[in-house]
């Protein structure tokens, strides 16, 4: 598990029907890298993967109340 590069984050983006300019992916790579850094040492352990387009996607959703 490697911290995603902003050319990657446009990629998975693109491809989940989120599409994004190279500043918010910059963005999105700047804020979540060190979470994947923070859990490098421990990587393949646990029950999940942290994945750039689910973070796009739960700011994109609007939610009705």
Excluded at 11 to 19: E, K, L, Q, S, V
Excluded at 22 to 46: H, K, N, W, Y
């Amino acid at each position: 598990m490697t911290r995603p590069s902003a050319k990657e984050i446009a990629a998975i983006a693109n491809g989940a029907g989120i599409p994004v300019d190279q500043e918010v992916a910059s963005r999105v790579s700047d804020s979540i890298g060190p979470a994947f850094e923070g859990f490098a040492p421990i990587a393949g352990t646990l029950p999940f993967d942290l994945e750039p387009a689910s973070f796009l996607l739960a700011q994109t959703v609007k939610v009705s109340k």
